[in-house]
């Protein structure tokens, strides 16, 4: 079936650990996003790319980093400089990075801290 | 300001109820509107696009008003299965695809 695999669906850092959560797309989508998502509030973004080898900060990219090796993959790394990593953290994908272009969402990922 | 502000309730209403949700955006620029669904500790999913003429998908009804910059989401004859929290999504102007999500309206059905 095609869809956004992200592992691990649970996930959880020591202090001063980096982390890197997995997204996973078949869709053939150009466009990958991650945002991140506390209790009662909305998503922000973290990172976007538009196409392979090329992406972009969001509202809130400070402490993480990612890469766009290939078209299907989109991992977020979650650095030691994030201080407050607790949320969940949602992948996403659309067809192109375009307006009218709807964005697809993985399962996501619970990330605590030890 | 919030970019994209909502209600987030939570709104408790009986099954067979119609609920109206209410969105305010803050800039003029965007032209792609959504509602998305979120249940509990998952993901969000599509519920519907929103249209400048209003559109309307069985027992769901969306409208827009560009000129109030207010999006609204209506639901007839409530069911259980509609107890989520309920995302009013506008697109970042740029065409980057950048959206920017409200914080959600919590709709609970009751039997």
Known sequence: ?114 | RKEVEQDPGPFNVPEGATVAFNCTYSNSASQSFFWYRQDCRKEPKLLMSVYSSGNEDGRFTAQLNRASQYISLLIRDSKLSDSATYLCVVNSPGNTGKLIFGQGTTLQVKP
């Open chain 1, 1 to 114: 079936d095609g869809g956004i695999t992200q592992s691990p669906k649970y996930l959880f850092r020591k202090e001063g650990q980096n982390v890197t959560l997995s997204c996973e797309q078949n869709l053939n989508h150009d466009a990958m996003y991650w945002y991140r998502q506390d209790p009662g509030q909305g998503l922000r973004l973290i990172y976007y790319s538009q196409i392979v080898n090329d992406f972009q900060k969001g509202d809130i990219a400070e402490g993480y980093s990612v890469s766009r090796e290939k078209k299907e993959s989109f991992p977020l790394t979650v650095t030691s400089a994030q201080k407050n990593p607790t949320a969940f953290y949602l992948c996403a994908s659309s067809l192109t990075g375009i307006a009218k272009n709807i964005q697809y969402f993985g399962a996501g990922t619970r990330l605590s801290v030890l």
